[in-house]
């Protein structure tokens, strides 16, 4: 949750590319946190990669209605 904290504050310092380190990282660590996938959407989606945006929206959402 610390990685998925620090990517979403860089996300927000506009710190795009060391975001999705941190959210990739933290992906790596717990690969069902929805979270991480749906901020590091953000930041891909603002480095103008579209399809790896989508991509974590289409996990983020998969995950969301998964039944645990």
């Known amino acids: 949750m610390a990685l998925n904290a620090r990517g979403y504050v860089r996300v927000l310092l506009r710190d795009w590319a ?35 945006a989508a991509a974590d929206v289409r996990k983020s959402l998969q995950l969301a209605t998964e039944v645990h």
């Open 18 to 52: 060391r975001a999705i380190e941190d959210l990739d990282q933290a992906i790596r660590l717990n690969p069902s946190y929805g979270n991480a996938y749906q901020i590091r959407a953000i930041a891909r989606r603002s480095l103008g990669d579209a399809p790896g």
